[in-house]
C-alpha cells in the first residue's frame, strides 16, 4: 500500500473520445508524474508536475496533458484517442527533490477500441 | 540520465539469492544507481538505491563497482513473491526528481520452487 490511489482501474473508450484519469498522490507529496506503460514495455515518463505546473514532460503529443490540484492530486486527460493509447497508465508521487523514492499507484487499464 | 542494460530474463530457485546484473558504463558522478520492481499488474515498487557504496536494507543489498559503471541487486534468499520484472534505473540528483525516472525493458526474474 503506497498510499498512491488511481481511479479508475479499468476504462474502456473508443477511439477519437477524450479520456479523464484521476491521481490521489500520498500525503505531503509536492510532485506528481504520469507515466505509460504498454504491454511487454518498461513504463515511459509522460509529464510531471510541481505547485500546479508541468515541470518535465516526455516525448508525447500536445493532447496529452494534466492538471495539478492545490491537494496535490492529479489528473491526465488524454483528447482524440488512438487505438496505441491503450496501456497502463501510472501515477507516482514524491518530495520534488533529494534522494527520496517515489511511490507508483497501481495503475489504470485503458482500453481503446 | 545515463543508459543501463539488463538482461531480459533470469531464474532463481526459492531460498536461494537472486543476483540481478546492471550495466551502467555512461554513469556520471552525480548519479544515482535506482532498482524498482513490478509485480505482475502492478505499480512499480522500490527497492534500493546508492551512489558509490553498498547499500543494504530489509529488501535487497546493492553491490556497486568501484568504477561505479555496474552494480549488482541481491535478494538474499528470493521467495516465488519476488517473481517480477526488476528495473536498473540511473537518475542525477539534484536537478533530477524522483518521480521522473527513465524506465527500460528491465530483467524478469522467474522464482521457482
Known amino acids: 500500500e503506497t498510499g498512491v490511489t488511481q481511479s479508475p482501474t479499468h476504462l474502456i473508450k473508443t477511439r477519437g473520445q477524450q479520456v479523464t484519469l484521476r491521481c490521489s498522490s500520498q500525503s505531503g507529496h509536492n510532485t506528481v508524474s504520469w507515466y505509460q506503460q504498454a504491454l511487454g514495455q518498461g513504463p515511459q515518463f509522460i509529464f510531471q508536475?510541481?505547485?500546479?505546473?508541468?515541470?518535465g514532460r516526455g516525448n508525447f503529443p500536445p493532447r496529452f496533458s494534466g492538471l495539478q490540484f492545490p491537494n496535490y492530486s492529479s489528473e491526465l486527460n488524454v483528447n482524440a484517442l488512438e487505438l496505441d493509447d491503450s496501456a497502463l497508465y501510472l501515477c507516482?508521487?514524491?518530495?520534488?527533490?533529494?534522494?527520496?523514492?517515489?511511490?507508483f499507484g497501481q495503475g489504470t487499464r485503458l482500453t481503446v477500441v | 540520465d545515463a543508459k543501463t542494460t539488463q538482461p531480459p530474463s533470469m531464474d532463481c530457485a526459492e531460498g536461494r539469492a537472486a543476483n540481478l546484473p546492471c550495466n551502467h558504463s555512461t554513469i556520471s558522478g552525480n548519479e544515482y544507481v535506482y532498482w524498482y520492481r513490478q509485480i505482475h499488474s502492478q505499480g512499480p515498487q522500490y527497492i534500493i538505491h546508492g551512489l558509490k557504496n553498498n547499500e543494504t536494507n530489509e529488501m535487497a543489498s546493492l553491490i556497486i563497482t568501484e568504477d561505479r559503471k555496474s552494480s549488482t541487486l541481491i535478494l538474499p534468499h528470493a521467495t516465488l513473491r519476488d517473481t517480477a520484472v526488476y528495473y536498473c534505473?540511473?537518475?542525477?540528483?539534484?536537478?533530477?526528481?524522483?518521480?521522473?525516472?527513465?524506465f527500460g525493458t528491465g530483467t524478469r526474474l522467474q522464482v521457482t520452487l
Open positions: 507516482a508521487s514524491s518530495f520534488r527533490q533529494g534522494n527520496t523514492e517515489a511511490f
Open positions: 508536475y510541481y505547485r500546479e505546473e508541468e515541470n
Open positions: 534505473i540511473v537518475r542525477a540528483l539534484p536537478t533530477g526528481t524522483a518521480s521522473k525516472l527513465t
